[in-house]
């Protein structure tokens, strides 16, 4: 029963997700593009998601097949290196779009702080296992917390929610047998405070 909890809530709380529950987190929020058109927020969401979640996904397939990685799930730390570096370039080209489109830079800045988590996991599996899914959602921890600290209220309670799940996903990770205590919470600090020095200036 446990495992399969786990496994669920590591499949909702993925970090593939973490860009795309950002952009949905501030579009909804009170901040000053929550008042941006609904249909060109939807617009620009499905792009995120289409560049951000599944492009990695086919990048992911298509690695395999070539065999450059050895199964899906990246559970080797090599295997994931030459995945999250590539996956830069779908962000890449979403804020090449963004910049035309001449959208709020906060947006752009959430494409670049996703780039910035992405090298520097990729830097350190080269290395070492970290908790990718940790990182994934100490990102949105840092960058809630980044918003309530500038005096985005409605970020207050989001952020209490996130560090709950971010606990929950810690245990799950744990429960798996994915992960030891150190990189779970080497991969949660590594996002919160990346993402957080990025946003809180």
């Known amino acids: 029963m446990l495992q399969r909890l786990s496994l669920i809530l590591s499949i909702i709380l993925h970090p593939i997700l973490a860009t795309t529950y950002i952009f949905i987190v501030i579009f909804s929020s009170n901040s000053f593009v929550a008042f941006l058109p609904v249909r060109f927020k939807v ?43 590539i996956s830069v370039l779908p962000y890449l080209f979403t804020i090449f779009l963004f910049s035309r489109l001449q959208v709020p830079f906060v947006l752009i800045k959430i494409l670049q702080a996703g780039i910035y988590t992405l090298m520097i996991s ?29 005096g985005n209220q409605a970020a207050v309670p989001i952020f209490i929610v996130s560090i709950l799940l971010s606990g929950l996903l810690a245990s799950a990770r744990l429960i798996k047998g994915d992960h030891n205590p150190t990189q779970v919470y080497t991969g949660f600090l590594t996002g919160f405070t990346l993402v957080f020095l990025i946003f809180f200036k």
């Open 43 to 85: 617009m620009l969401t499905v792009f995120v998601a289409i560049n951000t979640i599944f492009l990695p996904l086919l990048l992911i397939v298509l690695l395999h097949r070539l065999r450059i990685i050895h199964d899906y799930t990246l559970k080797a730390s090599r295997d994931r290196v030459f995945p999250l570096a």
């Open 122 to 150: 990729a830097a350190i599996s080269y290395f070492w296992k970290i908790s990718l899914h940790l990182t994934g959602i100490g990102g949105i921890s840092g960058f809630l917390l980044a918003s309530a600290l500038q």
